[in-house]
């Protein structure tokens, strides 16, 4: 009799819901210890519990992607990083970018255990954990992205003056950990926003449900700190950099027309600009992962702090998330497959793989010494 006096109550409802039968066998949330109820929004309660095989197939992906991520972004860091050919301040980014994806792999062994006790375990420590690895790779590859458009606007529109050196890269990398670090910090001190459960109860993110005011602003604040801004600097430095590079495209065709050539660009020239322009596909290429991957999450966080929360199911919610876990491992074979010198490595290195690239630079200096007779 003790059930029946639990049933549409509103919220009041469910701390008496928590401990009944249809609770405990039917709904999510059901195996959570009664001491740590209160981490479970009442928003997932009113679903069914996830089916042991839905964790499973969670688990599975979450386990391919960690492999390929891991595999993917080591061999990123072990070339960039112990190649001469690759030992560019631009290429500092890179293995920053690396390193950030690498950060999201740590939470994946909670998630895949997690799935198969179909809970998060640890509780508050467990979920503050995970969370913090995410949020610190989230936002920390957003604004890393920010800034290798920036080194690519200045390599390309000022190939001679405006390249970064070395210690300017090593302060712009400090920058994106310190920028990552405040939002990442604070939910877990319970000070401004918190970490909470989210879908199937095995993953934690930020509380983008709770009908706080200080938490709804905290809501707004990180997605304008770790999305909005980062998009706006890399849609201006990717604007800047196909306008400088149409008008220098423009200004050269102009000239030569009224000189009567071909082309006033030598053929070293050409290469090297070649290979500079392929390297910023590739970033870009990125950047646009980057968007498909944060933007489908960013919209159900908006939603669920300012919208319609019927419209987030448990289901709705995992398949973002699983969405931000898979640019991690993509970024690396994007490289694989566009990076003409990493490319280079890669064929001397793992051969096995199959890659063919010849050498850009090897290309150039080739081109320039057939050049140099004609012209004399």
């Known amino acids: 009799m003790a059930h029946n006096h639990t049933v549409d109550h509103g919220p009041l409802a469910y701390p008496f819901k ?4 249809e609770i405990q066998e039917g709904m999510l949330g059901w195996n ?71 950060t999201m792999m740590l939470e994946m062994p909670h998630l895949i255990v997690n799935s198969f006790y179909q809970r998060m375990l640890g509780n508050r420590l467990g979920c503050d954990i995970y969370s913090v690895f995410g949020s610190l790779s989230g936002i920390g590859g957003a604004i890393t992205n920010a800034v290798i458009a920036y080194d690519r606007y200045k390599t390309i529109s000022c190939p001679i003056d405006g390249r970064i050196n070395r210690v300017q890269a090593s302060i712009l990398i400090a920058i994106t950990w310190l920028y990552a670090l405040p939002f990442t910090i604070v939910p877990m001190t319970g000070a401004w926003g918190r970490y909470v459960p989210e879908g199937f109860l095995t993953t934690c993110s930020f509380d983008f449900l709770s009908e706080d005011p200080d938490t709804k602003t905290f809501v707004a604040c990180i997605f304008v700190w770790s999305y909005v801004i980062p998009m706006s600097l890399i849609c201006t430095f990717y604007s800047k950099l196909f306008i400088a590079v149409r008008h220098h495209e423009k200004m050269l065709k102009e000239q030569a027309k009224k000189m009567n050539v071909k082309s006033l660009a030598s053929n070293k020239d050409d290469g090297g600009k070649s290979v500079e322009i392929r390297i910023a596909k590739v970033a870009f290429t990125i950047f646009f992962l980057f968007i498909c991957s944060w933007t489908p999450y960013g919209i159900v966080a908006m939603i669920g702090a300012f919208g319609d929360r019927a419209l987030l199911t448990p289901v709705v919610t995992m398949i973002p998330a699983v969405f931000c876990k898979s640019v991690s491992c993509i970024d690396p074979w994007v490289y694989a497959i566009n990076h003409p010198r990493f490319r280079v490595e890669l064929e001397k290195r793992v051969p096995w793989m199959g890659v063919r690239e010849p050498d850009p630079d090897a290309q150039s200096t080739n081109a320039s010494t057939a050049t140099t007779p004609a012209e004399a």
């Open 18 to 21: 928590m401990v009944s039968a």
């Open 32 to 102: 959570i210890p009664p001491e740590h109820q209160d981490l479970v929004h009442e928003h997932w309660r009113q679903f069914p519990a996830v089916d042991k095989s839905s964790h499973y197939l969670l688990a599975l992906i979450y386990a391919t992607l960690t492999i390929f991520s891991i595999t993917g972004n080591g061999l990123v860091i072990w070339i960039f990083g112990t190649s001469k050919s690759l030992r560019s301040a631009s290429n500092m980014f890179i293995i920053n970018l690396a390193i950030f994806d690498l």
